[in-house]
């Protein structure tokens, strides 16, 4: 393999993309919880891959649609257990999401300089949540198309663009054939794309400037303020002290990511395994009794909506999602 690395290395310059990338020195006492985001990268290839192979059989049509998730289940080797895989990875996209910005808050990691990072991370979340959304109702059952139904009239109580958001989203007045091919050009092409182009930015970004250090690393001596003009020449020299005592990021950290994000993958396997994924009866646009029940992760904010008044839903469905977005984003 020499002359062939060799090759390589004159023409892409190998080693020193392997020295920027792997021989890094990251700050010292990193914790597990520094794996978050690198689990999040793991289940997302894990998305990718097991969603490929159940495209293959997929019909986006309503009259297709649910006969071939049924045959994917019944009669294609694993594809039951494949499917479970990206039911239940779904899921952990969000848990996982929601975790490591938990962890970037709580170790002020989204402070100077890394505000844009936050900023391309609460992008992620929501692409996330709108992955989970448009994907809903792709297998045409019962529980796929009342929840979708009542998520479209949710978006209809937005003032003023309300009737145009569920136009744009059903593709008219109804849910039918155009809603499930628009949710499936969303899920597979459009949002994909975002989501690598989102996630290349913060990959990028996070290469440049590091992984942040602990807080106590960046508060002895330091400005009141991260905002104070004195605080970027302090952080450059806090920082540079954090990676003298600190560990390689290989094989050290890129060990504890393997475990972890290897533990995941195992966990969905077996839920996949055990559990599976469910699939209600086909969709039926004339059974007005059923109940539907979102997802657990947009399950409080349906609830929620079920406590109001009606002369409240528009305020509620409206402006808790953008005080949300406006916190997030403003938070650095």
């Not at 597979?188 to 990028?204: C, D, E, N, R, S």
């Not at 508060?219 to 104070?228: C, L, V, W």
């Not at 004195?230 to 560990?247: C, H, I, V, W």
């Not at 994924?277 to 992760?297: C, H, I, N």
């Given at each position: 393999?020499?002359?062939?690395?060799?090759?390589?290395?004159?023409?892409?310059?190998?080693?020193?993309?392997?020295?920027?990338?792997?021989?890094?020195?990251?700050?010292?006492?990193?914790?597990?919880?520094?794996?978050?985001?690198?689990?999040?990268?793991?289940?997302?290839?894990?998305?990718?891959?097991?969603?490929?192979?159940?495209?293959?059989?997929?019909?986006?049509?309503?009259?297709?649609?649910?006969?071939?998730?049924?045959?994917?289940?019944?009669?294609?080797?694993?594809g039951a257990l494949l499917r479970g895989i990206h039911h239940w990875a779904a899921s952990a996209m969000v848990v996982l999401v929601l975790a490591h910005m938990i962890r970037v808050f709580s170790m002020g990691a989204y402070k100077y300089p890394r505000e844009i990072n936050w900023i391309l991370g609460v992008?992620?979340?929501?692409?996330?949540?709108?992955?989970?959304?448009?994907?809903?109702?792709?297998?045409?059952?019962?529980?796929?198309?009342?929840?979708?139904?009542?998520?479209?009239?949710?978006?209809?109580?937005?003032?003023?663009?309300?009737?145009?958001?569920?136009?744009?989203?059903?593709?008219?007045?109804?849910?039918?054939?155009?809603?499930?091919?628009?949710?499936?050009?969303?899920?597979?092409?459009?949002?994909?794309?975002?989501?690598?182009?989102?996630?290349?930015?913060?990959?990028?970004?996070?290469?440049?400037?590091?992984?942040?250090?602990?807080?106590?690393?960046?508060?002895?001596?330091?400005?009141?303020?991260?905002?104070?003009?004195?605080?970027?020449?302090?952080?450059?020299?806090?920082?540079?002290?954090?990676?003298?005592?600190?560990?390689?990021?290989?094989?050290?950290?890129?060990?504890?990511?393997?475990?972890?994000?290897?533990?995941?993958?195992?966990?969905?396997?077996?839920?996949?395994?055990?559990?599976?994924?469910?699939?209600?009866?086909?969709?039926?646009?004339?059974?007005?009794?059923?109940?539907?029940?979102?997802?657990?992760?947009?399950?409080?904010?349906?609830?929620?909506?079920?406590?109001?008044?009606?002369?409240?839903?528009?305020?509620?469905?409206?402006?808790?999602?953008?005080?949300?977005?406006?916190?997030?984003?403003?938070?650095?």
């Open positions: 393999m020499n002359p062939i690395f060799r090759w390589l290395d004159e023409r892409v310059d190998l080693l020193d993309i392997k020295e920027k990338l792997l021989d890094r020195k990251m700050p010292g006492n990193l914790t597990w919880a520094h794996t978050l985001g690198s689990a999040t990268l793991a289940v997302f290839g894990v998305q990718v891959v097991t969603g490929v192979v159940l495209a293959m059989y997929y019909a986006p049509s309503p009259d297709h649609a649910y006969e071939s998730i049924r045959y994917l289940q019944q009669h294609v080797v694993s992008v992620l979340l929501f692409l996330v949540l709108g992955f989970s959304f448009t994907g809903y109702l792709l297998p045409w059952d019962q529980k796929a198309y009342w929840a979708t139904q009542v998520g479209t009239n949710i978006a209809g109580t937005t003032p003023v663009i309300g009737a145009f958001l569920v136009k744009l989203l059903r593709g008219g007045s109804q849910l039918g054939a155009a809603t499930l091919s628009r949710f499936y050009a969303l899920h597979v092409l459009l949002m994909p794309l975002l989501l690598v182009v989102v996630v290349f930015l913060h990959l990028a970004i996070v290469v440049r400037q590091g992984i942040a250090a602990r807080t106590g690393a960046l508060e002895g001596g330091a400005p009141p303020r991260t905002s104070d003009p004195e605080y970027p020449a302090y952080y450059k020299q806090a920082y540079a002290r954090s990676k003298g005592a600190g560990t390689r990021f290989y094989p050290d950290l890129t060990t504890k990511d393997i475990v972890v994000a290897t533990t995941v993958i195992l966990v969905l396997v077996l839920l996949a395994r055990f559990v599976g994924a469910g699939l209600e009866p086909p969709a039926d646009p004339t059974d007005t009794s059923y109940v539907p029940r979102p997802e657990w992760y947009f399950l409080p904010f349906f609830e929620l909506l079920k406590l109001v008044p009606g002369s409240l839903e528009s305020l509620v469905a409206v402006g808790i999602p953008a005080a949300l977005v406006l916190v997030l984003f403003a938070l650095p």
